[in-house]
């Protein structure tokens, strides 16, 4: 899986919150991209991607 966080995020937490192993907040109080997601995060990321409010988080199975 690769994951991606396209411009536009503004700044909610959810995706942090729901897998901060790959998900981080950046110095502009946006998400941006730890590491990336190891088995054990993949359903975690897909919840994350599927519940940003504004549908900026890209996944690539
Ligand atoms: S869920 Fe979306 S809008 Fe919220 S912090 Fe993550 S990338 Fe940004």
């Known amino acids: 899986m690769r994951v991606a966080i396209l ?3 503004i700044g909610c937490g959810l995706c942090v919150n729901i897998c ?3 998900f981080q907040f950046g110095p502009e109080e946006t998400a941006q991209i730890a590491q990336s997601p190891h088995p054990q ?3 975690p990321v ?3 991607a599927s519940q ?3 549908g900026v988080i890209k996944v690539e199975e």
Do not use: K, S, Y
């Open 7 to 9: 411009p536009g995020c």
């Open 20 to 22: 901060p192993h790959v």
């Open 41 to 43: 995060d993949e359903d």
């Open 46 to 48: 897909r919840d994350a």
């Open 52 to 54: 940003c409010p504004v």
